[in-house]
């Protein structure tokens, strides 16, 4: 097991508590993927995979407007959170272990839409292992179809590096909620280290740690573009109202 896979394991069960309401983000992102699928071209017929689900952020969302949704990740302890979390929402989903390193050993079949959102493709630690997995992607997406997924602004972190990010702080009935990131760079690599402390009725501290690649928009859109896309774009967060840039390429 690699260190992506333990970190997102450990972290299942707390997952949500980064955010301030799970379930309203959960519609939130939705209705933004939604107009962008739609300005695509695309309409709720249109067969998505999210081949880096998590708990589910992204595909309970969008399945619950009606999409026909396939999910994945290479993390079992996501996995069977997220397969919790659609039954809770009422939404069906068929979700598969898969690694979006290799998605055409676990699919056969391709999809209009892939998505890869908060920053899963940084996980790669070089250029060539994000080369393999941006191939594996567009080769599971159908002529004409979209791939569109999220990352960082890295083109601005990498100005300064800092060594951490603004905390969280959500406040609760009994207490409060404080969720931050530190990051230990060696040159563009970074080592994160994810603190959540939930100060209620007891205090208690989660630690879980996990690598990235700052990766910047112009690399990203290079492969893109070499493994098979014909028109990539950027779109930031005051156009769609996602904390990332969004980058949605379309195959050739």
């Known amino acids: 097991m690699n260190i992506t896979q333990t970190f997102y394991n450990n972290l299942a069960t707390k997952y949500d ?9 959960i519609r939130e992102q939705a209705d933004i993927l939604d107009k962008i699928f739609k300005n695509n071209g ?12 998590g708990i589910g952020t992204q595909a309970i ?3 619950t407007l009606g999409y026909r949704v396939t999910a994945s990740d290479i993390s079992e302890g996501e996995l069977v959170e997220a397969e919790r ?6 939404v069906k989903i068929c979700f598969k272990k898969a690694d979006f390193c290799a998605l055409s050993d676990t699919f056969s079949e391709k999809f209009d839409i892939i998505i890869a959102m908060d920053n899963a493709l940084p996980h790669m630690l070089t250029r060539d292992d994000l080369k393999k997995v941006i191939e594996s992607i567009v080769g599971q997406i159908e002529k004409n179809g979209i791939f569109v997924a ?12 800092p060594p951490y990010s603004p905390p969280y702080i959500h406040k609760e009935d ?10 230990d760079w060696d040159e563009d690599n970074y080592k994160l280290t994810q603190y959540i402390i939930e100060d209620e009725d007891t205090l208690e501290v989660s630690k879980f740690q996990c690598e990235y690649r700052a990766t910047r928009r112009e ?3 290079e492969l893109l573009l070499s493994c098979g896309c014909s028109k990539v774009e950027w779109k930031f967060p005051e156009e769609t109202g996602f904390y990332q840039p969004i980058v949605v390429a379309r195959k050739a």
């Open 17 to 25: 508590k980064l955010f301030l309401d799970w379930q309203g983000t």
């Open 42 to 53: 695309f309409d709720n017929t249109a067969r998505i995979l999210d081949c880096a689900c």
């Open 61 to 63: 969302g969008i399945a």
């Open 85 to 90: 979390r659609a039954k809770e929402n009422g």
């Open 150 to 161: 999220s990352i960082r602004d890295y083109d601005s972190l990498l100005l300064d590096k």
């Open 174 to 183: 009994k207490g409060q909620r404080v969720s931050f990131q530190t990051w």
């Open 219 to 221: 690399e990203m859109t």
